[in-house]
């Protein structure tokens, strides 16, 4: 993310892990191939994910990683597909976000 | 021949000074360029300040966010050194990171240097592996020297490899680490720069990094030919301004 001279602008999220202007050589890579599909996610569809795995399954997901889990709303499968999440981080340092946003 | 090339055969331990431009103000850029050439600094280093400065210390990337509030960028820059070479005959320098340049059109880029009359470039993000592969053509056709740096930690294959490509001088980084984060050398620098010293290299080296005082332009052009100040110039120029830039300079060269 930068402005048309090309220097970074500040981007934001309301995840830690994502408020960062980069994007890695392999994801650009992975979409410029046409090998992986990017969607975009809002804050409340990430959280709404995150706090409805806590409460299905006791696990405790990352902001970070709810944003995937957040796609099962649009994106609709085929049964015998086989679906892999990446849990990529967990929830508890997330914890007091989560509160402050539902106002638990 | 490059003012570079011609001012490192001068037979002195040269100065050069680095300063972000746009700062303290949007329009001082040429008013302290003029001021350092009559002040007696051998070569300048004009900083195209950017907003994700990796090799800079806090000094300077406070300058660098400064100068970009002030509205400082690659066009304004070159719009206010178009007539640079009128009053100004030191070698020139541009010294910024590689996006806005990426951004600008690298050739693009370089034929505006060439037009103004920049001599060089330093460009801390650019790898030489990929200016050798991509760039190195297009900057010699404009007749820009691009100048590369070493660390301590950088393998002897690789300053060699540096040195074969260089025209003009190799930036010795004194330490690892960020610009004006130093107080003074002690044996560790001194034996790294015994050390390159050693090696007789084509390019001649210029220490930055870590250079603020008289004793330290000493120490380090003990072993090199020059040496470069930006930090404890930057602080100069936000506690006292233009006006006072000669006494600065001869307080380093005296």
């Known amino acids: ?104 | 021949m490059n003012r570079i090339n011609q001012k490192l055969q001068e037979n002195k331990k040269l100065l050069s000074l680095y300063f972000s431009a746009g700062y303290p103000s949007l329009n001082a850029t040429v008013d302290i360029i003029e001021n350092l050439e009559k002040s007696g600094v051998d070569m300048i280093e004009i900083g195209l300040p950017f907003s994700d400065p990796l090799a800079d210390g806090p000094t300077i990337q406070a300058s660098s966010t400064t100068a970009l509030k002030n509205g400082m960028t690659t066009e304004v820059l070159f719009k206010q050194l178009k007539d640079i070479r009128k009053t100004v005959s030191i070698p020139l320098i541009i010294m910024g990171y590689f996006n806005p340049i990426l951004q600008y059109g690298v050739e693009a880029f370089c034929n505006t240097c060439q037009d103004i009359g920049i001599d060089g470039l330093i460009i801390p993000d650019l790898p030489v592996d990929v200016y050798n592969d991509q760039y190195k053509a297009t900057f010699e056709k404009y007749g820009l020297i691009n100048v590369f740096l070493i660390t301590p930690q950088t393998s002897i294959e690789r300053i060699h490899f540096i040195d074969s490509i260089s025209k003009g001088f190799i930036y010795m980084v004194s330490s690892a680490s960020v610009t004006g984060s130093s107080s003074g050398f002690g044996d560790e620098q001194t034996a790294y720069f015994k050390r390159i010293e050693a090696m007789k290299l084509n390019n001649p080296q210029i220490v930055g990094f870590g250079i603020s005082d008289n004793k330290t332009f000493t120490q380090a052009t003990k072993y090199a030919k020059g040496a470069i100040i930006g930090s404890a110039f930057i602080k100069h120029l936000k506690n006292d301004g233009i006006t006072k830039i000669s006494q600065f300079v001869s307080s380093i060269l005296r």
């Not at chain 1, 889990?69 to 649009?74: E, H, Q, T, V």
């Open chain 1, 1 to 104: 993310m930068q402005t048309k001279d090309g220097q970074i602008t500040e981007p934001y999220s309301i995840s830690a892990g994502l408020d960062y202007p980069g994007v890695g050589p392999m994801h650009a890579h992975l979409y410029k191939t046409g090998r992986a599909e990017f969607i975009s996610i809002t804050d409340d569809e990430a959280m709404h994910a995150g706090l409805e795995l806590s409460q299905l399954e006791g696990i405790i997901p990352a902001i970070e990683t709810s944003h995937s889990l957040a796609i099962f709303k649009d994106k609709k499968f085929k049964e015998e597909d086989i679906i892999v999440i990446n849990l990529s981080g967990r929830g508890d340092k997330d914890l007091q976000n989560y509160i402050d946003y539902f106002k638990l």
